[in-house]
């Protein structure tokens, strides 16, 4: 008797999915803060970058559907002004406030660019940013999807 191959298989039931608002707003932000990151480490290294979607389109040809990727404008958080670097972390288009009336972080050189949002990054995950996020949020209009 042969053995099935499914039965190679472990089985399990399907875990929960525990996605809170929160961890939503964070895995949203993070993903935001990586194009930045791959961005500015970009700019340090003197290269260009560009920022890619998936999006379905008719193909003249076949009539089909197919997904391509088409170029998407990303603007940089980053900017320069009297010498030295600033950040501010984005979120719905609006700047976050780091700390009371702070919405910037003084970055120095742009060397310290992909080291400050990889930081920036790290705090995310940890959910630092997570008060920050959500009186942010608080405050957007409510959208029907």
């Not at 560009?50 to 088409?70: D, I, L, P």
Request: charged share 30%.
């Amino acid at each position: 008797m042969t053995k099935s191959i499914l039965s190679t298989l472990k089985a399990v039931s399907r875990p929960e999915k525990n996605t809170t608002p929160e961890a939503k707003r964070r895995d949203k932000l993070i993903n935001r803060l990586q194009i930045q990151l791959e961005m500015a480490t970009a700019m340090v290294n003197f290269e260009s970058y560009t920022c890619y979607k998936e999006k379905w389109q008719k193909n003249e040809e076949t009539g089909q559907q197919e997904k391509v990727k088409v170029a998407k404008k990303v603007s940089p958080w980053f900017y320069a002004k009297g010498g030295k670097y600033y950040l501010e972390v984005r979120y719905a288009n609006k700047p976050l406030e780091l700390s009371k009336g702070n919405h910037a972080i003084e970055v120095g050189d742009k060397e310290s660019l992909p080291t400050v949002i990889q930081t920036v990054i790290d705090a995310t995950v940890n959910g630092e940013l997570d008060k920050a996020l959500a009186s942010l949020s608080s405050n957007l209009p409510i959208t029907k999807a």
